[in-house]
């Protein structure tokens, strides 16, 4: 069956100057003997748009960017760049910058001579190549190290290296599958800025395959999530996180209270009474056509404990069954008493707050409009 999604249009509309490529994927699928690698995929992404790719492994990822890289040749469908089908054309005439988790510099080669690789492979003229080199080497802050071998560099300065490498050219989009995957974490998150500030510097179209929802979701305009195959959900990542289309992609990108809904008692427009398996009554915020058989999606932030959930939509009393302190909030599991569901709440941690211990009896309450109903099973 051939999957379509109604892709919303992204937030940060690309800068004009943008001279990234349009990437389309018209029924693009991959099947090994009977089994289903990519299932049917149709999706636009837009000239200068960061386009991250997350999901559990084995969902497909790598290989909807090995598609798009040449590397895996597809089983159905068309793949357009720039408005001209690619799927005929090799990896190495495709024109993609690539940058992959093992750095793959050429280890006789200094930084510059690396860099400029690409460009005496295509015969470019000599002054030219100075030149490009040199304003690569600025862009990725390795002016002073551009003599050193990669086996002089730290694992960071290699993968500045290779992005780089990777875009000397001016190519139309750039493919990277876990670039940032081999360093550590502040590291990471350094080359995170580094990367989106150097690809929106370009203009670049980016695909960014990643494990790490927070980097997607830092980096991205749009977010694809890939299960089984399938793309669950493509949105901005304020949307996916805010209106998940699914309970597997509320549950994949952050934290949430999943409680299945076992009856619509009433709706209004997109306001509901529902009723939870818990016999729970909870007033939610229902999209169209969703009722019995969702799931009543709450993010952890937006519960409130104590005396301040009192005139909340939804109180209800609770017992605090686990308290952790993680980096700057505060998490509980608070098991709700009428109904024996659990909620994850999360509060921001102050110097002066006081954490409840375990067995602590405690209002629980969130507004309508936090708690979102989602279509289909817990089941992840
Ligand atoms: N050459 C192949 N032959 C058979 N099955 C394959 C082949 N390549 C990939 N697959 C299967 O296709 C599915 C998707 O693989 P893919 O590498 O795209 O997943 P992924 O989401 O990138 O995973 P990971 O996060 O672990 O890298 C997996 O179940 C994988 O085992």
């Known amino acids: 069956m051939n999957q379509h999604f109604t892709i919303e249009a992204p937030p940060m509309v690309a800068a004009p100057t943008a001279h990234g490529a349009v990437v389309e994927f018209e029924d693009v699928a991959k099947?090994?003997?009977?089994?289903e690698a990519?299932?049917?995929?149709?999706?636009?992404?837009e000239a200068g748009e960061f386009f991250a790719i997350i999901g559990?492994?084995?969902?497909?990822?790598?290989?909807?960017?090995?598609?798009?890289?040449?590397?895996?040749?597809?089983?159905?469908?068309?793949?357009?760049?720039?408005?001209?089908?690619?799927?005929?054309?090799?990896?190495?005439?495709?024109?993609?910058?690539?940058?992959?988790?093992?750095?793959?510099?050429f280890p006789h080669m200094s930084v510059?001579?690396?860099?400029?690789?690409?460009?005496?492979?295509?015969?470019?003229?000599?002054?030219?190549?100075?030149?490009?080199?040199?304003?690569?080497?600025?862009?990725?802050?390795?002016?002073?190290?551009?003599?050193r071998r990669p086996s002089q560099l730290s694992g960071g300065q290699q993968q500045r290296v290779a992005l780089a490498r990777a875009a000397v050219?001016?190519?139309?989009?750039?493919?990277?599958?876990?670039?940032?995957?081999?360093?550590?974490?502040?590291?990471?998150?350094?080359?995170?800025?580094?990367?989106?500030?150097?690809?929106?510097?370009?203009?670049?179209?980016?695909?960014?395959?990643?494990?790490?929802?927070?980097?997607?979701?830092?980096?991205?305009?749009r977010i694809a999530i890939m299960r089984g195959g399938r793309l669950e959900q493509v949105a901005s990542p304020r949307g996916l996180y805010e209106r998940p289309a699914t309970p597997f992609v509320a549950s994949f990108?952050?934290?949430?209270?999943?409680?299945p809904v076992a009856a619509l008692v009433w709706r209004e427009g997109e306001e509901a009474l529902v009723e939870t398996a818990g016999g729970l009554r909870v007033r939610a915020s229902a999209p169209p056509g969703h009722g019995e058989g969702s799931?009543?999606?709450?993010?952890?932030?937006?519960?409130?404990?104590?005396?301040?959930?009192r005139g909340l939509d939804n109180v209800f009393q609770?017992?605090?069954?686990?308290?952790?302190?993680?980096?700057?909030?505060?998490?509980?599991?608070?098991?709700?008493?009428?109904?024996?569901?659990?909620?994850?709440?999360?509060?921001?941690?102050r110097p002066d707050i006081m954490l409840m211990p375990c067995g602590e009896r405690v209002a629980v309450g969130w507004g309508r409009r936090d708690a979102l109903l989602v279509a289909g099973e817990t089941t992840p």
């Open 38 to 45: 990519l299932r049917p995929t149709t999706l636009r992404i």
């Open 112 to 147: 510059a001579e690396n860099i400029a690789f690409p460009l005496r492979m295509r015969g470019c003229p000599r002054a030219e190549i100075a030149a490009r080199v040199s304003r690569m080497l600025a862009m990725v802050r390795l002016e002073a190290l551009s003599e």
């Open 169 to 221: 050219y001016d190519p139309l989009l750039l493919l990277m599958d876990e670039p940032l995957g081999a360093l550590d974490k502040n590291l990471r998150e350094e080359m995170q800025e580094e990367i989106k500030k150097f690809q929106s510097a370009l203009g670049v179209t980016v695909i960014y395959v990643t494990h790490d929802q927070h980097e997607a979701a830092f980096m991205a305009d």
């Open 318 to 349: 609770g017992t605090v069954e686990d308290v952790v302190y993680t980096t700057g909030s505060v998490r509980y599991r608070v098991r709700l008493e009428a109904s024996d569901l659990l909620l994850v709440v999360r509060i921001p941690s």
């Open 56 to 105: 559990p492994s084995g969902s497909g990822k790598s290989t909807l960017l090995g598609i798009t890289a040449g590397f895996v040749p597809p089983s159905a469908g068309a793949i357009r760049v720039a408005g001209a089908d690619v799927v005929a054309i090799p990896p190495y005439r495709r024109n993609f910058g690539m940058v992959f988790q093992n750095y793959a510099l």
């Open 31 to 35: 099947t090994y003997g009977d089994f």
């Open 295 to 309: 799931v009543l999606c709450i993010r952890p932030e937006n519960i409130v404990l104590g005396p301040e959930a």
């Open 253 to 259: 990108l952050g934290e949430a209270s999943l409680l």
